[in-house]
């Protein structure tokens, strides 16, 4: 599991590489929580290096999504690979969480005045 | 009085004299007269003291003695330029003080002390130590050079923070590197910095080496040229409009020399247009620039190297893809029998090869494991060859009763091909090449010099080893071969192997060994996949993430007990961190049962979701026990069954989430067991007693073409 953040002019981008499940799961949301603490609540994550997330992996996505949300801003997702995409189908989050194809459009979805 | 104190006066180490208002000399003690080269006082008595005062400082002497004689104040410790009588220049330490009588200044006595000595010793201290101070700064300068240097292989990032660096180091206005074109004809500026930060930067100038002496002089000459007049001197003459708009007058030109050949020129214009570059100066950039000229060959080398490893790369990755092709995507489905292989390569390009593929008369399955000597690319475009030539070779019509007759042509051939046609190339190859007859459960073989495949029985015990019945393939023409034959009882099964599996090191050299190898098989599977699943599994923690030497490829076939299902499983203790694994066998397991992606991928998730629940939870105040997970089909329909020691936990009926809810009313939790039931056509829970749980997970699946055809890629 390998967490990295980019910080771009109107979000910032996790990438995350490994499993997103019961055992990664605390990791990624201490994390995730960690930059939002510290301001980073426009985010994007990239989960193209995301094979498999279960619903411990959903439950973090959630958090962070609700977490940013409250606070003005928002959790974003790019690289959503095809199983992941079915758990998210599956779960009904794909309504929830805005998906990219790229982070040039996750980028832009963001107002660039908010940075 | 003055006689009194003659002898006391001179017999102080001190000198003293005195003199009338006019500076006339009328005394002077014994030292001083000495000092100034007169033996005899009568000799300098009487003198005007302007005598032995050096002319420069006369003046202010002079200035001193009016103001004594003005002031009749006495003047402390001035330093007091005089005289001896052979010409030598001295400094004194002096004191002077009017000579009064009643009210009137009739003249001065001075002391003084000659402190020439020290006074050059300081100076002489001083200089050292702008020397040293000197030396460290241009110590500390090259440091600097070769840090940033070292600094990035991005040549451009080097050389301008170089141009900088110059500009701190050196009194100039600005640096700028230039390297020749590649057609020599020019210089073309790569990098400049200018402490003025209004001054145009002259970054990708090209400057051409026809008009330009200074330049071609430094690249010829391979020496530094200082100019001390750009606007005017001749041999800058095509750059003296430049000169002139930017002020340049003194500029040192230096060659950057690699490897003995001119490369470029930096160019440093003196910040004060009249500075005179000191010989120092001049030395230091020679040195830097020399630093500066290693760093762009190196950047250019790794520039270089990096292309050509890319090639080399790109080059390998592509063998690799193609070699792939030339492996079975699955194995063919043989009724009755069942077929698993694992494949590890060392490297991209491998020399083993495992072949599965059946004869025209589909009764009939070829099982090929083999072992190309030597390794990389070499190896892979023989493992290629070796394998065309089999299955080419296999492809003659072959009639029941001539098997052994048949493969023993199919090996005679290649073997001949191979010796024949590339002798030269020393290349041959270990294989074991088997014809199993599906409905008799005979497999005739011919074992080439390869590590004996183990038969073993349904409880794991080691039946027999199917020994070489000939050398290797390729070594020369016309080898002697004989054909084997073992026939399958129920349940036993076969394993090969090459010797990358029982040579696999860990960090201490210790190889995993055949004896490891065959002890650790020796024991009951539910499957030839979990079996190999488990070895896999144990050659990894064997060798602990050391580098893998060789390939590593292992083939097992086995007659099945009861024909229609199929069962895979695995134990692992009731932790998170066999979560993976479990999870992980659950998908391969999927895959190798020919489920679509999709499937295999939902079989995963429930894995995770309902050990995760059993690690968990299952556990709570006892001590964690064992979870088995089996992956069984039948036809149209797989099932998962979870089995573990834990307490009586039945999966709760879970509320369904609504997953139609807007994002702030979604609640975390009951997400795991919801995806179970979604995904899964079926769950029931089992209390086995004593002590065991058991939840069978059902989906009707579409199993992918399970055709051995697309293996023919001949």
């Known amino acids: 599991m390998v967490i990295k953040t980019e910080h771009y002019q109107t979000a910032s981008v996790i990438r995350v590489t490994g499993n997103i499940d019961t055992m990664t799961a605390p990791n990624v949301a201490d994390y995730i929580l960690r930059e939002i603490a510290g301001e980073k609540i426009r985010l994007i994550a990239d989960l193209s290096g995301v094979d498999f997330v279960s619903s411990a992996g959903l439950r973090v996505l959630l958090l962070a999504v609700k977490a940013t949300r409250s606070r003005g801003g928002d959790f974003r997702l790019i690289g959503v690979g095809q199983d992941v995409r079915h758990v998210l189908e599956l779960s009904g989050f794909s309504r929830i969480l805005r998906c990219f194809d790229d982070l040039d459009q996750a980028l832009a979805s963001f107002p660039s005045s908010e940075a | 009085m003055q006689d009194e104190l003659t002898p006391i006066l001179d017999s102080l180490k001190e000198f003293y004299f005195e003199t009338d208002i006019r500076g006339v000399l009328t005394n002077i003690n014994q030292p001083f007269s000495e000092h100034l080269g007169f033996k005899n006082k009568a000799d300098i008595l009487g003198k005007h003291i302007r005598h032995f005062t050096s002319t420069d400082t006369f003046r202010r002497v002079f200035q001193n003695f009016s103001r004594v004689i003005e002031t009749r104040e006495a003047i402390d410790l001035y330093h007091y330029a005089y005289r001896t009588r052979d010409g030598r220049e001295r400094i004194g330490e002096t004191t002077v003080s009017p000579i009064l009588s009643g009210e009137t200044v009739v003249g001065a006595r001075c002391v003084l002390r000659d402190i020439t000595d020290r006074l050059n010793e300081e100076a002489e201290l001083r200089k050292a130590k702008e020397a040293v101070e000197e030396q460290a700064r241009e110590l500390t300068a090259i440091n600097r050079i070769g840090v940033i240097s070292n600094q990035s292989l991005n040549l451009n990032i080097i050389l301008e923070s170089l141009c900088e660096e110059l500009t701190r180091i050196f009194p100039v206005r600005n640096a700028g590197i230039a390297l020749m074109t590649t057609d020599k004809t020019c210089l073309e500026v790569v990098a400049f910095h200018s402490r003025d930060a209004n001054e145009k930067s002259a970054l990708g100038i090209l400057l051409p080496l026809k008009d330009n002496q200074a330049s071609r002089d430094v690249l010829e000459k391979k020496k530094i040229l200082v100019v001390q007049n750009a606007q005017q001197d001749p041999r800058m003459k095509a750059v003296a409009d430049v000169s002139k708009t930017r002020g340049t007058k003194a500029i040192m030109l230096i060659p950057l020399l690699s490897r003995g050949t001119a490369i470029g020129t930096i160019g440093m214009p003196a910040r004060d247009p009249e500075h005179v570059f000191s010989e120092r100066e001049i030395n230091l950039a020679g040195i830097i620039s020399g630093q500066i000229a ?28 193609i070699q792939s092709g030339f492996f079975p995507e699955t194995t063919p489905a043989i009724p009755g029998w069942e077929i698993a292989a694992h494949f590890e390569a060392a490297r991209q390009v491998a020399g083993d090869f495992y072949d599965v593929f059946p004869f025209d008369d589909p009764r009939f399955t070829a099982l090929i494991i083999a072992d190309v000597c030597d390794k990389g690319v070499g190896a892979a475009l023989y493992m290629v060859l070796f394998r065309s030539l089999l299955r080419a070779f296999s492809r003659v019509e072959l009639l029941p009763d001539t098997i052994q007759d048949h493969l023993l042509e ?15 190339a020393n290349m041959f190859a270990t294989l ?11 497999l005739h073989y011919i074992n080439g010099g390869h590590e004996p495949p183990a038969i073993l029985d ?7 080893r199917l020994m070489p019945t000939g050398p290797a393939v390729g070594l020369f023409p016309s080898a002697p071969f004989t054909v084997g034959q073992y026939i399958f009882e129920r349940d036993e099964f076969l394993v090969g192997y090459t010797d990358g599996v029982s040579d696999a090191q860990n960090e201490l050299g210790q190889t995993f060994t055949e004896e490891r190898l065959l002890k650790y098989i020796q024991v009951p599977w539910t499957s030839l996949f979990s079996m190999l699943f488990e070895l896999k599994t144990e050659l990894r923690n064997h060798m602990h993430g050391y580098k893998q030497f060789d390939d590593i490829t292992l083939l097992s076939l086995r007659r099945k007990l009861t024909p229609q299902v199929e069962q895979h499983g695995i134990c692992r203790p009731a932790s998170l961190a066999c979560l993976p694994e479990l999870r992980d066998f659950v998908e391969t397991a999927a895959v190798h049962c020919r489920l679509e992606h999709k499937d295999a991928h939902a079989f995963k998730l429930a894995a995770e979701e309902i050990c995760s629940n059993i690690i968990q939870y299952g556990y709570q105040g006892i001590a964690p026990g064992t979870l088995s997970v089996f992956l069984e089909t039948d036809p149209g329909m797989v099932r998962l069954v979870i089995r573990d020691d834990g307490q009586h936990f039945p999966p709760d009926q879970a509320a369904a989430p609504n997953v139609e809810e807007r994002w702030q009313e979604r609640q975390i939790g009951g997400l795991g067991l919801y995806f179970v039931q979604q995904l899964m056509d079926r769950v029931s829970y089992t209390r086995i007693e004593p002590g065991f749980n058991q939840l069978i997970l059902e989906k009707h699946v579409q199993l992918t073409e399970s055709s051995p055809t697309r293996n023919e890629s001949w």
């Open chain 2, 410 to 424: 199919i090996l005679s051939s290649t073997n001949d091909y191979i010796a024949d046609i590339h002798g030269s």
């Open chain 2, 432 to 442: 074991f090449f088997g014809i199993l007859d599906e409905e008799t459960g005979v």
């Open chain 2, 294 to 321: 290693a760093a762009i060959d190196n950047a250019q080398l790794y520039a270089k190297t990096e292309t050509a490893l890319d090639l080399v790369e790109r080059d390998l990755e592509i063998g690799r893809q």
């Open chain 2, 458 to 464: 349904k409880d794991g015990h080691l039946l027999t």
